[in-house]
């Protein structure tokens, strides 16, 4: 099972490729439906669908350090990461596999088993816990 380092500021978390692949998606899904999201913001979810569109395992490189450069930029994931929350809390206990599959479409990974939304709070929780180690 591949694993990607995601850091920022010196500091890096190590993560489960199929754990954080539903995360991104989710927070681009988010990100298309927020207003007025800063420009790094903006290209920060270019770069996403970027790395989601041409995935190789263990080569996930969220670019924090590039792209979230200040308070507003780490404001705006956070609440990003706030919305995919909700989101994962609706599903329950486990997320169906058709539809975690259906976020990873561009990556070619596919869910057979429903996905345990603990292991999704989990990885936000991580990511979330990086930026705020400020």
């Known amino acids: 099972m591949a694993h990607s380092y995601v850091s920022f500021r010196d500091r890096e978390i190590h993560l489960k490729d199929v754990d954080l692949i539903p995360i991104m998606a989710l927070v681009l899904e988010e990100s298309n439906t ?11 979810m270019e770069q996403w669908r970027s790395t989601l569109s041409g995935y190789a395992p263990g080569c996930i490189n969220c670019e924090l350090d590039q792209h979230v450069t200040d ?26 596999a058709n539809e975690v599959s259906a976020l990873a479409t561009d990556t070619m990974i596919k869910y057979f088993d429903d996905y345990p939304t603990l292991a999704m709070n989990s990885t936000l929780g991580k990511i979330k816990g990086l930026l705020l180690e400020v």
Do not use: C, T, W, Y
């Open 34 to 44: 927020s207003h007025a999201l800063s420009l790094n913001i903006l290209k920060l």
């Open 71 to 96: 308070a507003d930029s780490i404001g705006q994931l956070l609440i990003l990461f706030e919305k995919v929350e909700i989101r994962i809390q609706k599903s329950g206990e486990k997320m169906p």
